[in-house]
Nanobody, 116 residues
Framework: QVQLVESGGGLVQAGGSLRLTCAAS????????MGWYRQAPGKQRELVAV???????TYAASVKGRFTISRDNAKNTVYLQMNSLKPEDTAVYYC??????????WGQGTQVTVSS
């Protein structure tokens, strides 16, 4: 099973930028679509960005125009460039396959905190 390790989170002021990295222990090439999810305190985990194996991307309305997802299959890595961050982007960010199935495990996530 592919293990996922997220990194790159931190504390940033509103309007700032962060780049998240998701490193997979195995090949993600066979996974059709990968996505970034986030979970804010007291809220359900939500999917914010998706990238297919072919490079097609989709975004949640709340992040469209500010976040960019990319993947490097040769490096088994998925990225999330986050610009113009807002306090409501504060959450723990995870990557995983899309759609998620319970047979897959979650990584530890990476905390993103945006101060106003």
């Amino acid at each position: 099973q592919v293990q996922l390790v997220e990194s790159g989170g931190g504390l940033v002021q509103a309007g700032g930028s962060l780049r998240l990295t998701c490193a997979a222990s195995g090949s993600i090439f066979s996974i059709n679509a990968m996505g970034w999810y986030r979970q804010a305190p007291g809220k359900q985990r939500e999917l914010v960005a998706v990238i297919s194996n072919g490079g097609s991307t989709t975004y949640a309305a709340s992040v469209k125009g500010r976040f960019t997802i990319s993947r490097d299959n040769a490096k088994n890595t998925v990225y999330l460039q986050m610009n113009s961050l807002k306090p409501e982007d504060t959450a723990v960010y995870y990557c995983n396959a899309v759609p998620y199935t319970s047979s897959r495990s979650w990584g530890q996530g990476t905390q993103v905190t945006v101060s106003s």
